[in-house]
């Protein structure tokens, strides 16, 4: 039987640069894969349907939870965001690391459903950076800037429910922390009790078959 893959939640304040840690990850792990959610937001210039997002329609979304066709699905900053269910359970039962690049209400209904998930909280080093991070991208308007902004101290405070605090100084140190998590967390007993009954039952074995010369 398969190891069930891990569960990779990642979350943290618009601006943390969760977005370009979930990148880099998915560059140096190739067996890792990617949730991509659902939403109706409008795209921003050059996100792609099917790639970024799944860009789809309030009554589509709507009808999506009605069908319990997500996994966890949240309303963030005006509008909806939700994960898929198939591929995310798809991919665990095949072995492979998922992550879930997801808001701290979504990732609550996940810690309920997948208590073994491994709960990440990224954060920039210093509000200055985070403000100037959301600037620099360009994509955003002022009204829209204004309300991640604001919402981020709420968010912040989420922080104490997740099992590791990343701070995004630099992208390849904070991806390399966060590798090194998945690293540890696949290596934790209790998600490898059935080698731990094969190697116990090749050495009974392997006993046996000594004593009887
Ligand atoms: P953005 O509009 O900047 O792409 O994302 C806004 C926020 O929604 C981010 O905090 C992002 O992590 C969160 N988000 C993206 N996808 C999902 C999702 O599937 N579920 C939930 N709950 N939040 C999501």
New binding site residues.
């Given amino acids: 039987m398969k190891v069930r893959g891990v569960l990779l939640v990642?979350?943290?304040?618009?601006g943390a640069g969760?977005?370009t840690i979930c990148q880099a990850l998915l560059k140096s792990r190739p067996d890792m894969c990617y949730?991509v959610?659902?939403?109706t937001?409008q795209p921003r210039a050059g996100e792609k349907d099917g790639v970024?997002?799944f860009f789809i329609s309030k009554d589509r979304f709507e009808e999506m939870i009605q069908n319990d066709e997500l996994l966890?699905?949240?309303s963030?900053?005006g509008?909806y965001?939700?994960?898929p269910r198939q591929y995310v359970e798809e991919k665990l039962s095949q072995g492979c690391d998922v992550v879930?690049?997801?808001?701290p209400?979504?990732?609550m209904?996940i810690k309920k459903k997948f208590p073994e998930g491994v709960f990440v909280f990224v954060v920039p080093p210093s509000p200055e950076e985070l403000s100037d991070r959301i600037h620099k991208r360009g994509t955003d308007s002022q009204e829209v800037i204004d309300k991640?902004l604001s919402a981020a101290a709420a968010?912040l405070a989420c922080a104490s429910k997740y099992d590791y605090l990343v701070v995004n100084d630099q992208v390849d140190v904070a991806t390399a922390k966060v590798s090194a998590i998945i690293t540890a967390e696949k290596n934790r007993v209790a998600r490898n009790c059935d080698l731990i009954d094969k190697v116990c039952q090749s050495f009974l074995l392997a006993q046996k078959e000594e004593q009887h010369g």
Avoid: F, M, W
């Fill in positions: 990642l979350s943290g304040p618009s969760k977005g949730s959610s659902a939403t937001r970024n997002y966890e699905y949240a963030v900053y509008n965001y939700g994960t879930l690049e997801i808001d209400q979504g990732a209904q991640r968010e």
